[in-house]
Each structure stands twice: as structure tokens, then as C-alpha cells.
């Protein structure tokens, strides 16, 4: 159980187009879904808070128009890079939590984006 | 806030060796620790998990972890380590109460050699 899943797993796209992510949990409903971005042999940090049917909430530097966030379900949420430029290229991580999980976090499998 | 510290970026370890990864935390209230693990170009795993009880854990692929209150620590063991044990290795914290983000520490590249 609690199973999440990405998609797509990797992107490739030119510079100024924009991309989007999904994010889905699977076997759960998810109150809450987190998005992270991950550089080369670095932790995970997080971008963005998510609850459904209400506005991100996003962590300090994080551009909220630059990384647009939906959360429309129980079950997804996406992560739209808009106007993608080569710095955007990095791993982005999603993971959803359900209302008796006690903080617990599940993850997805990852998304690789480039940006050429 | 609550904050996590790896201190090992890098622990070198021979196969069937027992090794342990230090985790440290720093948090004013009560917390739930997690041990993740990371294979290349892959999300999170979770590997254990402290809520409440017994202060030895006990996860997935042989590895078990003590919480010591006392030293605000959380360190990941294992008896005999294999090659595909080769990883990233990432410990978390969140508050056991309310709303709160889960803080990763840097991670700790477990290299496991023959």
C-alpha cells in the first residue's frame, strides 16, 4: 500500500517551453502532497505544500510563478515548469501523505528533467 | 525548527563488514525519525520509521535503528552488508505533532566494496 508514482520519469526540452509532472497516489487518498527538487549528490529540498483544492504553499526562494502547482484531486497533483531555462534541469521528487499518517511521507519514484 | 546532521558524507565499508550511519536531530518538541534510502536516479524508499515505543526499530533489508532520546540521535545499523546495499542514505524528521515538513539531513553515500 501507499503507493506513488511520477510521470513522466524523465523530460527532455528545449529552453522557454514549459513542462508539466504528475504526481499520483495510487491506493490512498492524499491530503497533502509535497514537491522537492533534488541536485546532483545533494538532499532533497522542498519546494512546495500542497493540499487539495487550495493554494500551494511555497518555501522561501521558490518562484510560485516560475513552479506552478496544482493540486486538483486527492490523487494528484502537478508541478508545472514554466519557461524552462538549463539552471530548471535538475531531479524533482513528489511524495503524498494521507490524514492518519502521522507526518509520514510516501514517495514517488522521481522525475529527471533537462533542459537544453 | 527542527534540523538533522549526517556527519558522514562518505562511509567506505567492505562487503559482509557491519557498518552504522550517524544521524543526529535537534528539535525543541517530540519527534518521528525516518531512515530513507536512495538508489541512483531513484525516488525515496523508506527503509524505517520511529512514531512511539520500543526505541529499536527494525525495517526493511536487515537494517534496524535506536532512537536515544537523550542524545538526540537515530543511528542506522546493519550486521552484514552487501554490495546492493550500495546507496544513498538519507535521515528525516518531523514533528509527532500538528502540521510539519519533513527535514532531511544531507544523506550518507554508503559504499560497499567485495
Known amino acids: 500500500g501507499a503507493v506513488v508514482s511520477q510521470h513522466p520519469s524523465w523530460v527532455i526540452c528545449k529552453s522557454g517551453t514549459s513542462v508539466k509532472i504528475e504526481c499520483r497516489s495510487l491506493d490512498f487518498q492524499a491530503t497533502t502532497m509535497f514537491w522537492y527538487r533534488q541536485f546532483p549528490k545533494q538532499s532533497l529540498m522542498l519546494m512546495a505544500t500542497?493540499?487539495?483544492?487550495?493554494?500551494?504553499?511555497?518555501e522561501q526562494g521558490v518562484e510560485k510563478d516560475k513552479f506552478l502547482i496544482n493540486h486538483a484531486s486527492l490523487t494528484l497533483s502537478t508541478l508545472t515548469v514554466t519557461s524552462a531555462h538549463p539552471e530548471d534541469s535538475s531531479f524533482y521528487i513528489c511524495?503524498?501523505?494521507?490524514?492518519?499518517?502521522?507526518?509520514?511521507?510516501?514517495f514517488g519514484p522521481g522525475t529527471r528533467l533537462t533542459v537544453l | 525548527a527542527q534540523s538533522v546532521t549526517q556527519l558522514d558524507s562518505q562511509v567506505p565499508v567492505f562487503e559482509e563488514a557491519p557498518v552504522e550511519l550517524r544521524c543526529n536531530y535537534s528539535s525543541s518538541v517530540s519527534v518521528y525519525l525516518f531512515w530513507y534510502v536512495q538508489y541512483p536516479n531513484q525516488g525515496l524508499q523508506l527503509l524505517l520509521k520511529y512514531l512511539s515505543g520500543s526505541t529499536l526499530v527494525k525495517g526493511i533489508n536487515g537494517f534496524e535503528a535506536e532512537f536515544n532520546k537523550s542524545q538526540t540521535s537515530f543511528h542506522l545499523r546493519k550486521p552484514s552488508v552487501h554490495i546492493s546495499d550500495t546507496a544513498e542514505y538519507f535521515c528525516?524528521?518531523?514533528?509527532?505533532?500538528?502540521?510539519?515538513?519533513?527535514?532531511f539531513g544531507k544523506g550518507t553515500m554508503l559504499l560497499v566494496s567485495p
Open positions: 528525516a524528521v518531523t514533528l509527532n505533532s500538528g502540521y510539519s515538513t519533513l527535514t
Open positions: 500542497s493540499n487539495e483544492g487550495s493554494k500551494a504553499t511555497y
Open positions: 511524495s503524498a501523505s494521507h490524514a492518519e499518517g502521522a507526518n509520514e511521507q510516501f
